[in-house]
């Protein structure tokens, strides 16, 4: 009795240390999306800081993957579609005027997020622990104006520099690159479920340049977000 008691343990030993070598020591994908809340700072055209910009909700959703290097310490990389931009609201013409002009610069890009992640285990799952860099390319995007209860819209085109064959009706042009870099903090569940706080500092000039222009803006992306996603 006692003989094929402890071979039951050790099978059971055997079959759990099986099971956590796997959870903890494979190749995993993800998909993931949320919300984002994302800003422009820097200095603008005048040399002077913005200041009276404020944060724009938006969305990112797409896929990664988690690659082993070592016990609970992974890479990342991942590839997503993520708004960014700034909302600026300026006071009214007039007095006469009882609402406020509200714009918002809405750029579209795909990013490229590589990652260096910790996850050990921690209760019944991961705790997530990552930082690393990022980088984007514009790939559309969407300006809004709202004033009096009527709004127009202008496009986002992404280039630099831009001459003056480049002028339309209604664009505006930003830098097709950007560059930053990431942190976050999480949970992920043993069924795969995770959850994540983000925030990113863009660390390239946004704003382009203009051809025959002394611009002394630099620009660039901020923000934070909140993403839900399930590893498989």
């Known amino acids: 009795m006692k003989t ?22 494979k190749v995993a994908f993800g998909v993931l999306g949320g919300v984002n809340l994302q800003n422009l700072t820097g200095k603008d055209s ?20 988690i690659l082993p290097v070592a016990p609970d310490f992974y890479i990342q990389p991942g590839l997503l579609f993520s708004t960014k931009g700034a909302k600026f609201t300026y ?4 007095k ?6 509200v714009v918002k610069y809405i750029p579209y890009y795909l990013e490229l997020p590589v990652n260096f992640l910790y996850r050990p285990v921690l209760g019944n799952g991961h705790m997530l622990l990552g930082f690393g860099p ?5 790939i559309g995007g969407k300006i809004t104006s709202e004033f009096g209860g009527e709004s127009q819209e202008s496009k986002i085109k992404f280039k630099s520099p831009v001459t003056e064959d480049d002028y339309e009706e209604d664009v505006s042009y930003l830098r097709p690159f950007d560059a930053g870099a990431n942190i976050f903090f999480g949970y992920e569940l043993n069924m795969g479920l995770f959850l994540h706080l983000n925030a990113q500092l863009g660390l390239l000039k946004v704003n382009p340049e203009y051809e025959g222009s002394d611009d002394d803006g630099f620009i660039k992306n901020t923000g934070f977000g909140l993403s839900l996603g399930y590893r498989f």
């Not at 938006?58 to 896929?63: D, L, P, T, V, Y």
């Not at 006071?91 to 007039?94: D, F, I, K, L, S």
């Not at 006469?96 to 002009?101: E, G, K, L, S």
């Open 134 to 138: 990022y980088a984007a390319y514009g």
């Open 46 to 65: 005048d040399g002077d800081p913005i200041e009276d910009n404020g944060l724009l909700p938006g969305f990112h959703a797409g896929i990664n993957v």
């Open 4 to 25: 094929k008691l402890i071979a039951l343990l050790l099978v059971m030993l055997s079959v759990s240390g099986s099971i956590m070598a796997q959870d903890d020591g």
């Open 96 to 101: 006469a005027d009882d609402n406020d002009i």
């Open 91 to 94: 006071e009214a013409p007039t």
